[in-house]
């Protein structure tokens, strides 16, 4: 499985952005992680086949995944940024607990 992520860059504080990661085959779970300068990577999002989603803390509220099964690909639309949201975000699949992939990783910098 290979996946395609894009849509990073910079945005100031409050701003929008959409990613979207499309994935070359059909993937189970499809979600986005980010890691920050210094961070773990952490979880942003995730959303199964059948539309369930989970979230991580600090993005809730402000973030929506969704995907499109027809297209194998994965969005996440980012709202009412904050700095702190600055970091790479990757592309993430899960076809089962044993198969997990991730994409090249787009840059997104929150900033005036």
């Known amino acids: 499985v290979q996946l395609q992520a894009c849509g990073g860059g910079l945005v100031q504080p409050g701003g929008s952005l959409r990613l979207s990661c499309a994935a070359s085959?059909?993937?189970?779970?499809m979600g986005w992680y980010r890691q920050a300068p210094g961070k773990q990577r952490e979880l942003v999002a995730y959303?199964?086949?059948?539309?369930?989603?989970k979230y991580g803390d600090s993005v809730k509220g402000r973030f929506t995944i969704s995907r499109d099964n027809v297209k194998n690909t994965v969005y996440l639309q980012m709202s009412s940024l904050k700095p702190e949201d600055t970091a790479v975000y990757y592309c993430?699949?899960?076809?089962?607990?044993?198969?997990?992939?991730w994409g090249q990783g787009t840059l997104v910098t929150v900033s005036s």
């Open positions: 993430w699949a899960s076809v089962d607990p044993n198969r997990n992939y």
């Open positions: 085959g059909s993937i189970n779970v």
């Open positions: 959303i199964t086949s059948s539309g369930s989603t």
